[in-house]
């Protein structure tokens, strides 16, 4: 059973569970949200066209055993410097701080490959020693396999070793994530 437990504005409002966490986060518009829909097989979290709208921190628990957590989008969505500044420093407080926190997946566009704030986050998650793992998204569109290549988990020592492959339309790759989470 899938429950939305609701968007949250500040890491301190959010609900203090001793479920297992497992965050999504990347690039404004990279489809955290589909990939969060396709997983779980229903249309709980909210998808959109328009890059940066999911703004608040959205969890949604699976059969009282493991929350997922849709985090705001970075880079490119078109608002106030000072928002983008606010949405960083809730990012940095969420990992740095929420224990219940498994595993950050960091999902990047395999049509487009890392960019700087990619780094800087899987640079940020190295140095805090937060677990997270890349998951290539829209693996059904063309990719760039150099930009790809780019990631080596030796580099990166918070970095799981493997790097997912997905595709929400396509249903690639969904099965991996699942059994990294432990849902069916």
């Not at 990939?35 to 699976?62: C, E, K, Y």
């Amino acid at each position: 059973m899938i429950k939305f437990m609701g968007s949250f504005d500040t890491v301190k409002s959010l609900p203090n569970t001793a479920f297992a966490e497992y965050a999504f986060v990347g690039r404004s518009n990279v489809g955290k949200s589909s990939l969060i829909n396709a997983l779980v097989g229903q249309n709980v979290a909210r998808t959109s066209n328009t890059p940066g709208r999911t703004q608040a921190l959205n969890l949604f628990n699976i059969d009282d055993k493991i929350i997922l957590v849709d985090l705001p989008g970075y880079g490119y969505a078109k608002t106030a410097k000072t928002n983008a500044l606010s949405w960083l420093k809730r990012l940095e407080v969420y990992l740095t701080t929420r224990r219940q926190l498994v595993r950050l997946f960091i999902l990047i566009d395999s049509r487009i490959g890392p960019k700087d704030a990619d780094l800087d986050l899987m640079d940020f998650c190295d140095v805090h020693a937060i677990p997270y793992q890349i998951v290539y998204t829209k693996k059904d569109k063309k990719i760039r396999e150099a930009e790809q290549l780019l990631l080596n988990h030796q580099e990166h020592g918070a970095m799981a070793e493997e790097i997912i492959e997905t595709s929400a339309e396509k249903k690639i790759g969904l099965e991996a994530l699942r059994k990294i989470i432990g849902i069916k």
